[in-house]
């Protein structure tokens, strides 16, 4: 353990928390170092975005018919460099990129571990110097060896490893749990390391701050509708009317209401009746955070986590955050199929 007052890197603390996994060899611990590394050389273009011309669309759209900008590009790049140079991962599924990237390589090719990632979450802040994230998910291979499967891919959540996002912000944090907590590191560019300023983060079991676009208001479902309604009833015993804030960069919002307290919602909307945001690599990821950190991640109806998924870039409906506030979402919901049941 370190002294009082030490600064613990994440280096030092992934390893002092290897023990954490008796059969640990190191790789996770080596993965996640990886990640580290990344994350710290897509910071340093994050923060000069505004000075060179790294802005502006690269010309491509990615698999979500989304403008890719050239700092989504550069952030893909560098993640799957990193991951490829470590030579722990066999194979990624990235937002950015319509097939899983084989790792098939010498070292990587039997390696244990996949990761989805989300490389740039939020990117059309980029221009507007809103914070921006990287989210990502790691799971033990299921294919025996050779070149990773689209199947190590299609794992519930509960099967996840590892999961975690870095936070382009006012500062720059990396926060990640490995299934024993969740833990909150700073980087300090003075010295270039992530440093741990954030032990065992929890999560407030009620809150009085709720985020989604309320432009689509008018395709939401009745439930969702009356959810926002109840939010923004007075009742100030009980904190209510709630705040609405909504950034437009999940992982943004998320962290806050992590620390804070709070409930962010993507529902069904016209655009996106099956929901906007990707299982893989912004629900799960962010889910086993949440329930690490006491908090909860639904559709609606069932646990993200507990979702099978069919398919890499597969969307779904998310509630996540302050335990009590997404419990109150899902009463809604239930009293709607139960309105739904009478009428029928
Ligand atoms: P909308 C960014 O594109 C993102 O995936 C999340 O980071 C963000 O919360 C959401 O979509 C914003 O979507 O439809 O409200 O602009």
Do not use: W
Not at 108 to 118: E, G, I, L
Not at 180 to 193: K, R, Y
Not at 324 to 340: G, N, P, R, S
């Amino acid at each position: 353990m370190s002294l009082p007052g030490a600064v613990v890197t994440l280096g030092q603390f992934i390893i002092s928390r290897q023990s954490d996994y008796p059969y640990a060899k190191g790789e996770l611990s080596r993965l996640l170092r990886d990640i580290g590394i990344a994350a710290k050389i897509v910071n340093r273009e994050v923060n000069k975005a505004g000075l060179v011309d790294i802005l502006g669309a690269a010309g491509d759209t990615n698999i979500q018919g989304e403008e890719q900008k050239k700092l989504d590009v550069f952030a893909n790049e560098q993640f799957i460099a990193a991951l490829k140079a470590g030579g722990e991962c066999c194979a990624i599924a990235s937002e950015e990129n319509d097939d899983i990237i084989i790792i098939d390589n010498e070292i990587s090719r039997n390696a244990k571990y996949v990761v989805c990632m989300d490389p740039l979450d939020g990117s059309s802040n980029i221009d507007v110097n809103v914070s921006i994230g990287t989210i990502f998910s790691i799971y033990r291979r299921v294919s025996l060896s050779g070149p990773g499967t689209v199947e190590d891919f299609l794992q519930k959540g509960t099967e996840q490893v590892a999961a975690g996002y870095i936070i382009y912000g006012s500062s720059t944090m990396l926060v990640y749990t490995t299934g024993f907590g969740v833990n909150g590191f700073t980087l300090d560019p003075s010295i270039g390391e992530f440093c741990l300023s954030h032990p065992d983060m929890q999560a407030p079991l009620d809150g009085n701050i709720y985020s989604i676009n309320q432009g689509n208001f008018v395709h939401f479902t009745p439930a969702v509708k009356e959810y926002i309604k109840y939010c923004q009833e007075e009742d100030l015993e009980n904190g209510r009317p709630y705040s609405l804030r909504y950034i437009g960069s999940l992982v943004a919002d998320f962290h806050r209401n992590l620390i804070k307290g709070g409930i962010y919602i993507y529902p069904p909307t016209l655009k996106s009746p099956k929901g906007k945001l990707r299982l893989l690599y912004e629900c799960n990821p962010l889910a086993f955070i949440a329930e690490q950190a006491g908090s909860k991640a639904t559709n609606g109806m069932q646990r993200i986590m507990e979702i099978q998924p069919t398919d890499i870039h597969q969307r779904v409906s998310l509630y996540i955050g302050s335990t009590k506030m997404v419990e109150k979402a899902e009463q809604f919901i239930e009293a709607t199929k139960l309105d739904l049941n009478k009428s029928i």
